[in-house]
């Protein structure tokens, strides 16, 4: 039972325009999401976070929307960057106890084409 | 500050035989917690651990062992090594265990089974 996926495997923008990446899950429980940004080989970095408590968190030109009644989460980048290409992953957990136990997606491939 | 520190980075083993991997946290955090990075079956939650205890795991048999020590530093163990375990293995530190945190990973070990 896939708890968190990414529906789109990948993904291709035109540099200076939005890249709009989704993220559906299934557990009410979770209550923080967080985006990572990936490249083969090397460990996932951290990009922005949220708290269902919230339903958008900006960071630069990172933003994440929460619909929490859709169970869906979104990452808007704007504008897209040639460095942005790589795997995007959306993570989530909940508890007190279980706060760094994180399910993630599947990933979504970005390219973003000069 | 530094980040998350694994050892090694690259490693070759042969089936049948064991492998220690290495992780020092960010200085300050007391969490730390694996992860396994394959192809098939994406990010895969390995267990926690906090003020060196295990306080989470995830659906791994039994080969898969870790431990932390006083100073944060932990380490994961697979013994009777096979095919499968080839993989990244990404280790990841934050401050508790409560769901909030950001959770900072480590660049990888990246282990090949021959």
């Known amino acids: 039972d896939q708890q968190v996926k990414q529906n789109s495997p990948s993904l291709s923008v035109q540099e200076g325009r939005i890249s709009i990446l989704n993220c559906d899950y299934t557990?009410?429980?979770?209550?923080?999401f967080l985006w990572y940004k990936k490249y083969p080989a090397e460990g996932p970095t951290f990009l922005i976070s949220?708290?269902?408590?919230?339903d958008k968190n900006e960071d630069g030109r990172f933003t994440v929307f929460l619909n929490k009644s859709a169970k869906h989460l979104s990452l808007h980048i704007v504008p897209s960057q040639p460095g942005d290409s790589a795997v995007y992953f959306c993570?989530?957990?909940?508890?007190?106890?279980?706060?760094?136990?994180?399910?993630f997606g599947g990933g979504t491939r970005l390219m973003v084409k000069p | 500050k530094a980040g998350v520190t694994q050892t090694p980075r690259y490693l070759i083993k042969t089936r049948g035989q064991q492998v220690t991997l290495s992780c020092s946290p960010i200085?300050?955090?007391?969490?730390v917690s694996w992860y396994q990075q394959t192809p098939g079956q994406g990010l895969q939650f390995l267990f926690e651990?906090?003020?060196?205890?295990?306080?989470n795991k995830g659906n791994f048999p039994g080969r898969f062992s870790g431990r932390q020590f006083s100073n944060s530093r932990s380490e994961m163990n697979v013994s009777t090594l096979e095919l499968g375990d080839s993989a990244l293995y990404l280790c990841?530190?934050?401050?508790?265990?409560?769901?909030?945190?950001?959770?900072?990973f480590g660049e990888g070990s990246w282990l090949t089974v021959v």
């Open positions: 993570a989530a957990s909940y508890g007190n106890n279980a706060g760094n136990m994180l399910t």
């Open positions: 651990y906090f003020s060196e205890t295990q306080r």
């Open positions: 557990n009410s429980m979770f209550d923080y």
């Open positions: 949220i708290s269902s408590i919230k």
């Open positions: 990841a530190s934050s401050l508790t265990t409560t769901s909030g945190n950001t959770i900072y």
């Open positions: 200085s300050g955090h007391r969490s």
